[in-house]
């Protein structure tokens, strides 16, 4: 079955809501109008409501029933500037607080961690850094997790494939590695495929030496002893990691190589570059980035994303809430 119409099966007649705090973008409001439509969930728009009213008007959207919240209206904004200060233990002051959640994405960040709305998806018109930042001071990681990364599911067709870290961590020491290849590989099972991990370098086991070489060497050994059940072999190039022949002539033996289905990338620059390449040019839809290790479902979008792109966000966001 489309990965998407069981993800819709499993969230389905749950209630679930999900709050946009970009909610005078038109791509935004398009994916909450078809969600509510469809009734996959009930969308929470963050804004001001007469911006939001004549953008819908201009594009022909129906909203009626769709939630709208503007932070400078919100009737219980105080008890949320005193929750958020006590969260944070000091890190930030009461007027901090006040100007922080006069920010959609702050704003939305605490209706998810306050339990008024089981996930949140932003991140078109916001760069990833300013979307996830509130989620690591706010919701911060599960048990279990030291990092949070971000995935993509890549598919085309029959093919589907995880990606990772293509979004937070700049340049993950070896033990950061080893647990964001181990996330993956657990998220990947939500989206029904049997990892198979490649760690990625451009050096498969020795073929070349650096530092950079025997950061991905030592992930791998990490992980393997962290999760020694997954199938998880590096370090392995990109041709070795997926074709067939290529696995087999250059790493003789390994259980993942011409096989693999998650790719687990040595830092985020070519991570990022690599997910955009795949799917600018060769036309793989990309979902995601997918937050991974949160203690809360929030998604970030990419800036190009279109409105099916955050329909689909949405959709696996509130999946990852059950
Ligand atoms: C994610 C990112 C914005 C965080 O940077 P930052 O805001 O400077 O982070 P800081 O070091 O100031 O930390 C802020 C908080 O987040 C937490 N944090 C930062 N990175 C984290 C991670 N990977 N996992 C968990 N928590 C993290 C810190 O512990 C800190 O928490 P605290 O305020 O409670 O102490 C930064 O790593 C980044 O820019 N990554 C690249 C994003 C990007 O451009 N991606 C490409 C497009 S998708
Ligand atoms: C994930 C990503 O690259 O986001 P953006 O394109 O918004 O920078």
Redesign the pocket.
Same mark, same amino acid.
């Given at each position: 079955m489309d990965l998407f119409e069981s993800l819709k099966n499993k969230i389905n007649g749950k209630n679930l809501t999900i709050v946009f705090p970009e909610g005078e973008e038109p791509r935004i409001l398009g994916a909450a109008v078809r969600l509510l439509k469809e009734k996959i969930l009930s969308p929470i728009l963050i804004g001001d409501v007469a911006e939001i009213t004549k953008v819908a008007a201009d594009k022909s959207f129906d909203i009626s029933g769709i939630k709208i919240v503007d932070p400078k209206k919100y009737a219980e904004f105080d008890t949320m500037i005193e929750k958020f200060v006590e969260h944070?233990k000091g890190?930030n002051t009461k007027e901090q607080a006040e100007k922080m959640l006069l920010d959609n994405n702050y704003f939305g960040t605490m209706l998810v961690y306050l339990d008024k709305a089981d996930g949140m998806v932003s991140g078109a018109i916001h760069? #990833?850094?300013d979307t996830?930042?509130p989620a690591?001071?706010i919701v911060? #990681?599960a048990p279990g997790n030291s990092?949070?990364?971000?995935s993509f599911i890549m598919q085309k067709g029959d093919e589907r494939y995880m990606f990772a870290d293509?979004?937070?961590?700049?340049n993950p020491n070896a033990q950061e590695l080893a647990e964001i290849a181990i996330q993956t590989a657990e998220d990947a099972k939500l989206f029904d495929i049997d990892p198979k991990v490649a760690m990625l370098s451009f050096s498969t086991k020795g073929s070349a030496k650096s530092d950079d070489v025997t950061k991905v060497a030592e992930a791998t050994k990490i992980a393997n002893e962290l999760a020694p059940d997954l199938p998880l072999d590096g370090e392995l190039q990109f041709d070795a990691a997926f074709v067939p022949s290529v696995g087999a002539q250059k790493a003789p033996g390994s259980k993942v190589a011409g096989h693999a289905n998650v790719f687990v990338f040595p830092e985020?620059q070519s991570a990022?570059i690599g997910y955009k390449i795949a799917q600018r040019f060769g036309g793989f839809e990309a979902i995601g980035?997918i937050l991974q290790?949160l203690a809360k479902p929030i998604s970030?979008l990419?800036r190009g994303c279109n409105e099916e792109d955050v329909y689909k966000s949405a959709i696996l966001t509130a999946a990852l809430a059950l």
């Open positions: 944070r890190k760069s #990833t850094g996830v930042r690591l001071q911060k #990681t990092r949070i990364s971000g293509c979004a937070i961590n700049i985020l990022n980035p290790g970030d990419s």
